[in-house]
């Protein structure tokens, strides 16, 4: 990469942390980017660009200094000592964030997991570590500052919230198995931040679930039943965003809620294309995959806010990724394509067939009433017992409702 490549990266790297920044509550007052071959392993900045930033923040009345890379616990405490003010990096931001937004107990619970695993190896010794993260972990006893007491009380918190995770990745799961077994297909949305997920959730939906300028609006997972014309029905869930650099304790610590995208039947990567820096946040939006476990789960690429690009550049995405969809989730352009195509991926798309049962079976009349349940039926024939019934099947459904009698037909027409 050339030099000004790298500075551009570097800006908007540094964009974006403003923007985190800001999710966070903080104002910017100033920014400032430093080159140099390799990180100083002591300040990770260089001697001489500590002493400037150290001068810029007393000029500009800076509290904290936000880096956006991840520092070693020995860089964050010369740098606080140095800078005499208090200092965070990238992952403290993004964790500082998610304990602000979570509202549930379960996102409670999963982003106190990521931060007190953030900051146990982060203990050394230092009397006012615990402190640092503010709320959340339960405030110290009298004549407890020793960094042993600490540190099992942080393993003993671990365990306990652990606990509660495991219990709530179980309760998941036995509901996920449940709708399975209802055959009603799931599909996940996914993508980056701001990308614009929950404006898409709720405009298939129907809801009104917050959607925000700001970066990780959304913690906690929605699902809701979307009903297609013709009886056609699926899941949709909305969940957390992603962001390069994700935390790996985050990662880790919602689990339980990722699990949701790594089992859904399809995915939709929704795609911000307005965005300068599109390329970048799918190449993160894949790592997240491949990390939750879910790069085997279909995808569709889904470019939102269509609205905000070129005519050229809607050309130069439809030639690049011909299978996509192109989308403006605000304004409800492409909405409809969006759900034919996941219609025919599903196999939700449907074909007319005629269907003879057998009424004295006990088993011809659970296929009648399943039919009844996932189909659009035409017509219903009752003559002694023999019941004749046309009906609009989805694709995916037509095998499971087999063979009845030697009259059937599979007219398609
Ligand atoms: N111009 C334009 N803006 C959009 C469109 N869709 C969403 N937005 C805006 O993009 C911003 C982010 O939208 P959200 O739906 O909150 O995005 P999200 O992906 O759910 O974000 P997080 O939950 O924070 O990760 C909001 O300001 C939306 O109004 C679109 O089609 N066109
Ligand atoms: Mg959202």
């Given at each position: 990469m050339t030099g000004t490549a790298r500075r551009i990266e570097a800006d908007h790297s540094l964009d974006e942390l403003a923007g985190l920044a800001d999710a966070a509550g903080a104002s910017v007052a100033l920014r400032m980017l430093q080159e140099r071959p390799r990180p100083d392993p002591a300040t990770f900045i260089g001697s001489g660009k500590v002493t400037n930033l150290a001068a810029a923040c007393a000029e500009a009345d800076v509290d904290v200094v936000i880096f956006d890379n991840e520092l070693t616990p020995a860089q964050l405490r010369q740098l606080e000592e140095k800078l005499e003010r208090k200092v965070i990096d990238r992952t403290q931001l993004i964790l500082d964030i998610f304990s602000r937004r979570a509202r549930t107990r379960e996102g409670k619970w999963q982003v106190e997991l990521a931060q007190l695993k953030y900051m146990l190896p982060r203990l050394v010794g230092s009397s006012t570590a615990l402190s640092r993260l503010g709320g959340g972990i339960g405030t110290r006893g009298p004549g407890e500052t020793k960094l042993e007491t600490d540190r099992r009380r942080i393993r003993v918190r671990i365990q306990a919230i652990q606990k509660e995770i495991d219990q709530v990745r179980q309760r998941r799961t036995q509901l996920r198995e449940r709708r399975q077994k209802q055959s009603v297909p799931t599909v996940a949305l996914v993508g980056y931040t701001n990308a614009g997920k929950t404006t898409l959730f709720n405009r298939l939906t129907n809801e009104k679930a917050v959607a925000s300028d700001a970066l990780f609006v959304t913690l906690d997972p929605m699902i809701r039943q979307v009903h297609l014309p013709d009886r056609r029905e699926l899941l949709i869930s909305d969940t957390v965003g992603f962001i390069d650099r994700l935390p790996h304790a985050l990662v880790?610590?919602?689990?339980?809620?990722?699990?949701?995208?790594?089992?859904?039947?399809?995915?939709?990567?929704?795609?911000?294309?307005?965005?300068?820096?599109?390329?970048?946040?799918?190449?993160?939006?894949?790592?997240?995959?491949?990390?939750?476990?879910?790069?085997?789960?279909?995808?569709?690429?889904?470019?939102?806010?269509?609205?905000?690009?070129?005519?050229?550049e809607r050309r130069r995405i439809a030639?690049?990724?011909?299978?996509?969809?192109?989308?403006?989730?605000?304004?409800?352009?492409?909405?409809?394509?969006?759900?034919?195509?996941?219609?025919?991926?599903?196999?939700?798309?449907?074909?007319?067939?005629?269907?003879?049962?057998?009424?004295?079976?006990?088993?011809?009349?659970?296929?009648?009433?399943?039919?009844?349940?996932?189909?659009?039926?035409?017509?219903?024939?009752?003559?002694?017992?023999?019941?004749?019934?046309?009906?609009?099947?989805?694709?995916?459904?037509?095998e499971r409702l087999t063979t009845p009698g030697p009259e059937e037909s599979n007219d398609a027409s």
């Open positions: 880790a610590a919602f689990r339980a809620t990722l699990e949701e995208v790594a089992e859904a039947e399809l995915a939709l990567h929704v795609i911000d294309a307005a965005s300068p820096d599109r390329e970048r946040h799918v190449a993160a939006v894949q790592r997240v995959l491949e990390e939750v476990g879910a790069v085997d789960v279909p995808l569709i690429d889904v470019y939102n806010k269509a609205d905000a690009i070129t005519p050229d030639e690049r990724d011909p299978g996509a969809a192109v989308i403006s989730a605000s304004t409800g352009e492409g909405i409809d394509e969006l759900i034919q195509m996941v219609a025919s991926r599903l196999a939700l798309d449907t074909r007319r067939i005629t269907i003879v049962f057998d009424s004295e079976k006990e088993f011809d009349r659970q296929q009648i009433a399943r039919l009844y349940r996932v189909a659009r039926v035409v017509s219903h024939v009752a003559t002694g017992g023999r019941v004749v019934i046309e009906a609009d099947v989805p694709r995916r459904f037509i």
